[in-house]
Nanobody, 121 residues
Framework: QVQLVESGGGLVQPGGSLRLSCAASGSIFSINVMGWYRQGPGKQRELVASVTSGGSTDYADSVKGRFTISRDNAKKTVYLQMNSLKPEDTAVYYC???????????????WGQGTQVTVSS
């Protein structure tokens, strides 16, 4: 059994910062891509940022220059540093990861439970 547990969401004023964390636990042999998605009110879930096991990153255009994704492979944790937050960043943020539970097993895709980020004055 694999779990992704997010933390760090909350209420912040426009221009403020938040740092999200997502820790993977359970039967884990390897973790490939880890990423953050978000779903705002009345919107579809969208990719915010992703990072490979080798450290290559990708960002949505709307967050480039403001958000930074990173990961600590030893801790099986991915982070999302969010700066210069805007009201339109308000959403539930979900952690996502491709995880293999054994050397000869295909990776499966897992989701966290989500953490609310609200940007408002």
């Amino acid at each position: 059994q694999v779990q992704l547990v997010e933390s760090g969401g909350g209420l912040v004023q426009p221009g403020g910062s938040l740092r999200l964390s997502c820790a993977a636990s359970g039967s884990i042999f390897s973790i490939n891509v880890m990423g953050w998605y978000r779903q705002g009110p009345g919107k579809q879930r969208e990719l915010v940022a992703s990072v490979t096991s080798g450290g290559s990153t990708d960002y949505a255009d709307s967050v480039k220059g403001r958000f930074t994704i990173s990961r600590d492979n030893a801790k099986k944790t991915v982070y999302l540093q969010m700066n210069s937050l805007k009201p339109e960043d308000t959403a539930v943020y979900y952690c996502n990861a491709d995880i293999s539970s054994g050397r000869y097993l295909y990776a499966k895709n897992y989701w966290g439970q989500g953490t609310q980020v609200t940007v408002s004055s």
